[in-house]
């Protein structure tokens, strides 16, 4: 098992396994120890983190790039290998990022309470209604993929 030296202004260093209980997540120099920076241990926080605002900020923008970035490797997926997994990936995918991207819309220009529940009330449902109708669409027709290569095929 690791362990994790951790510094303690009275004791010295000290031996520790890995518990939830042991690790912190802030950095904490005692008085004694400012001049000797090197000497300074991080603990790190393992268990679940409730996220505040701009800790769930910052997680929802990475999420935002990461399907973005899956967006563009489904592009050359969907025209190498055509098929139902592909289609309903591209469906969540599409669906998910048109409705962070119209929530953007409402949170910058939609102003008033009541305006602001309308706007997210009908945004859910356009973005439910999109998801199924491309659900619908992959299942009863020919497939996202494959309405993209017949619109190619003009």
């Known amino acids: 098992m690791a362990a994790l030296l951790r510094l303690s202004c009275s ?9 939830k209980a042991l690790l912190r997540r802030p950095v904490i120099a005692c008085a004694a120890l400012q001049g000797h920076p090197a000497v300074l241990a991080s603990q790190i926080h393992v268990s679940p983190v409730q996220h505040s605002g701009s800790k769930s900020a910052s997680l929802h923008w990475t999420a935002e790039r990461a399907v973005s970035v899956i967006l563009l ?7 190498l290998y055509p098929g139902a997994a ?8 599409l669906a998910l990022h048109g409705h962070w991207g119209l929530g953007q819309v409402v949170t910058d220009y939609v102003k ?13 449902a356009l973005s439910a209604l999109t ?24």
């Open 86 to 93: 592909v289609d309903y990936s591209l469906a969540a995918a």
């Open 131 to 154: 998801f199924a109708g491309l659900c619908y669409f992959n299942y009863h027709d020919v497939g996202i993929t494959k309405a993209v290569a017949m619109l190619w095929s003009l």
């Open 11 to 19: 004791v010295g260093v000290k031996a520790h396994l890995f518990n």
């Open 112 to 124: 008033g309470d009541t305006l602001v529940k309308v706007a997210n009330t009908s945004l859910f």
């Open 73 to 79: 490797g489904l592009l050359p997926a969907a025209y």
